[in-house]
């Protein structure tokens, strides 16, 4: 769910379950929970949301910040950066012969797109036959807040990012959203569901969390 707070547009994933009270989380990673008794209606949700617009906004500009890498990054031969959950060289990753500065980070970045779209694709033929779904399509995006996203059309986008993080915890973000097309909510359903195909999901969530900050250029 899209919610408008002032100028800006939050995603809201609603839990639905049988509580009697409507709570909203957000969790360290920017992720906006509400969790609401069954059959609470949008217009509740919404209202919830907005009433405490003000709140959101500030704890999400507080982790936003907290990404904000504190060293800058050096693009030289030398420098390391991340790749499937290793430190790498970078002359390692891409070409770096004659490259400027900017020339190095452009490169660098298609390199993660490239490397994500082949990886991503390769996890999701395996868990898509274990979970019987078939999404019609997938795209590699970037995004400072979003790890993975699915759309009620079946179709599916990962950020980039995700070409540094270890392959357990893209095969995560890889289930987590093959699991949102059979559950479009985060219900018990859907964690049981994600459960039955990785149970220690709760670490893959944790490490994205602590670590995800660090998977930036």
């Not at 409507?22 to 609470?40: C, E, F, M, R, W």
């Not at 507080?62 to 030398?78: C, D, L, V």
């Not at 452009?106 to 999701?124: H, P, Q």
Request: charged share 30%.
């Amino acid at each position: 769910m899209k919610i408008e707070l002032g100028q800006q547009q939050i995603e809201v994933h609603v839990e639905y379950g049988p509580r009697k009270k409507l709570s909203l989380h957000i969790d360290p990673s920017g992720l906006v929970t509400v969790k609401a008794p069954n059959h609470t209606g949008n217009d509740v949700v919404m209202n919830a949301v907005k009433q405490h617009g003000s709140k959101i906004l500030k704890q999400l500009q507080a982790i936003e910040a907290a990404r904000t890498p504190m060293k800058i990054r050096e693009y030289e031969e030398e420098g390391k950066f991340l790749h499937l959950g290793r430190y790498y060289l970078l002359h390692e990753l891409i070409e770096t012969n004659g490259r400027t500065e900017q020339e190095l980070q452009d490169d660098l970045k298609k390199f993660y797109f490239v490397s994500c779209k082949k990886v991503i694709g390769e996890r999701i033929k395996i868990y898509q036959k274990q979970l019987k779904v078939t999404p019609k399509s997938f795209i590699i995006e970037e995004s400072r807040t979003k790890w993975g996203s699915y759309s009620s059309a079946k179709h599916l986008t990962f950020n980039y990012r995700l070409a540094m993080a270890p392959i357990d915890v893209i095969d995560y973000v890889v289930i987590h959203e093959l699991c949102h097309l059979l559950h479009m909510n985060h219900d018990r359903s859907f964690w049981r569901r994600v459960g039955s195909v990785m149970k220690d999901y709760k670490e893959k969530e944790a490490f994205l969390a602590r670590y995800g900050h660090a998977m930036t250029l």
